[in-house]
């Protein structure tokens, strides 16, 4: 393990036009190391002027840099050059990560290989992106021309820091974009390392900016900002309305990809381990920090009792512990907020149901944010602990009788980001994924992500989608081309 950013505090700035900048007002905030509770790092706190910088100069490369004149092969060459750079220093930016969110190395270790993916996958199909010939009934040629929207904002938050970074800047950059990027305030430190390396690898200067601070100074600024054409944001559904309240002055384009409470549903007969392990890892992974959480657990009456008894036996040997040891499987929280949200949970959900495991801070640790895997039983989908997402490794298991019991309770919520549904029937597997209002379903599994594959929500878990071809769709225009062959003239009048 390097000591680097163990020992040192850093300071970083904003980026601004291939620069580091400091704050107008020179305020700095604190980063932490969730697991010791210290300070490992300070950073620039942008405001309103130090946003409309960054956007002026996203702006200024979009409207007069050589960026526009840069062909779709090239901006895929600088995508490639980048997730090199990122593979080539992964175990670095992966301990940075480890530290600043308190999740365990081993996952980091993944987020980065995703992040490095991610690029690589942008950088393949910027040039692959085709426009239409239009048959319209005249002597004329109609096509269309895909047109990067501009300049984008993109606010992203703090359980998948480089990763959700990726997912919008490697889209945007392959659609020829210049983007002013926000981190979560809580794990700015990973974006701000690799910051340089978009230039190091050929972007021009002002194409990716970085400001950094807090939501409702920075990125409320960088929504209400008239010179930025599109805001893309991950977060709560709380601050996702807020955003679209807020864009509707400018009418700029908003993708929202925001919260949930994902039910993954079990049926008699599906393979029992599996189906355990599924339950357990679908809400537990990244201390159940992740927008698509298998949160609600519905198991069928005629299983229940015996799968809360296997759930609850298998939660006891997850190895909660320091982030950066590799055996490690469960970090801390990732601040003192989320520490106090998640356990204001655990008192509601102990007095709206039974605590098979769990419930409280697990004795062992004197510091740092930690929270026990905690599995609630016989909840009602009614309960405050089955509606509201937590963002935390609390399980909500909940008994139903037959598949459309199942089902209405599956959609019984506001959100509709996620669901899994664990069954040897096929027939029954397909009649449930059919009926489930949810952007994303897994049959015998739950939460693996890849980049060639859509991401997003129905209802209240947002609009547009990320990732594939799906992902870089939201990032274009599209420009309609009309051109006249018939050489007479209209002569209507
Ligand atoms: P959490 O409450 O778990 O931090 P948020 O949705 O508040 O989740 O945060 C996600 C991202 O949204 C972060 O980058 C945060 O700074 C940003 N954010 C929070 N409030 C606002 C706001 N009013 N306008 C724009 N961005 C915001
Ligand atoms: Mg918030």
């Known amino acids: 393990m390097s000591s680097s950013v163990k020992t040192v505090v850093r300071a970083y700035q904003n980026y ?13 905030f604190p980063v932490y190391d969730p697991s010791t509770e210290e300070v490992i790092a300070q950073v620039a706190s942008a405001n309103a002027a130090d946003v409309d910088q960054a956007v002026k ?69 910027a040039n692959k992106v085709l426009g239409h010939v239009n048959p319209v009934p005249a002597n004329a040629l109609s096509f269309t021309l895909r047109e990067p929207v501009g300049v984008a904002g993109q606010i992203i938050p703090w359980n998948y820091p480089l990763l959700m970074a990726a997912w919008k800047l490697a889209p945007a950059l392959a659609a020829g974009c210049t983007c002013v990027l926000k981190p979560a305030e809580q794990t700015p430190l990973t974006a701000l390392e690799i910051a340089p390396w978009f230039e190091e690898a050929g972007f021009p200067p002002g194409v990716v900016n970085i400001v950094n601070g807090m939501g409702e100074i920075a ?50 007969g599906a393979d029992w381990e599996a189906a355990v392990d599924g339950a357990l890892f679908g809400v537990f992974i990244n201390q159940g920090e992740v927008c698509s959480a298998g949160s609600r657990i519905l198991v069928e009456k005629k299983i229940y009792s015996k799968f809360v008894e296997s759930m609850t036996e298998k ?52 510091k ?37 019991e ?64 799906w992902g870089l769709e939201e990032y274009f225009e599209t420009k309609q081309v009309f051109v006249n062959l018939d050489e007479t003239p209209i002569g209507w009048y």
Not at 64 to 81: C, N
Not at 82 to 95: G, M, P, S, T, Y
Not at 234 to 263: C, N, Q
Request: charged share 25%; glycine share 10%; with cysteine.
């Open 16 to 28: 601004v036009n291939g620069q580091w900048v400091k704050s107008s007002s020179g305020e700095m």
């Open 57 to 125: 100069a996203a702006r200024s490369a979009f409207d007069s840099g050589p960026w526009p004149q840069t062909s779709a092969a090239e901006r895929g060459r600088l995508l490639y050059k980048l997730a090199e750079k990122i593979r080539q220093n992964a175990a670095h930016l992966a301990e940075i990560e480890c530290r600043n969110t308190g999740k365990p190395i081993v996952e980091a270790e993944y987020d980065i290989a995703d992040v490095a993916t991610c690029y690589e996958y942008y950088a393949g199909l």
């Open 219 to 268: 990125g409320a600024a960088l929504v209400a900002h008239p010179g930025v054409d599109k805001i893309a944001f991950t977060g709560s559904a709380a601050v996702g309305k807020v955003i679209v309240k807020s864009a509707a002055d400018t009418l700029k384009r908003v993708t929202l990809e925001l919260g949930g409470k994902s039910p993954n549903i079990f049926f008699e």
């Open 315 to 366: 939660a006891k040997r997850i190895k909660l512990g320091a982030p950066m040891e590799r055996e490690t499987k469960m970090g801390p929280l990732v601040s003192k907020e989320q520490y106090d949200r998640v356990s204001s949970y655990l008192e509601i959900g102990k007095k709206e149901a039974k605590v098979a495991i769990g419930g409280g801070r697990p004795k062992q640790f004197g």
């Open 368 to 404: 740092g944010y930690y929270v026990e895997p905690t599995i609630f039983y016989d909840v009602e989908n009614s309960a405050r602990i089955a509606r509201e997402e937590i963002f935390g490794p609390v399980a909500s298991v909940i008994p139903f009788d037959g598949e459309g």
């Open 406 to 469: 199942a089902i209405r309770i599956a959609n019984d919520t506001p959100y509709g980001l996620a669901a899994a549904v664990w069954t040897r029937d096929i027939f029954k597997a397909f009649r449930v994924v059919k009926a489930l209002r949810v952007g994303i379903v897994w049959v015998n599994h739950m939460q693996p992500t890849y980049v060639e594959a859509p991401w997003g929500g129905y209802k209240q878990s947002g609009f547009g989608r990320e990732l594939g071809p």
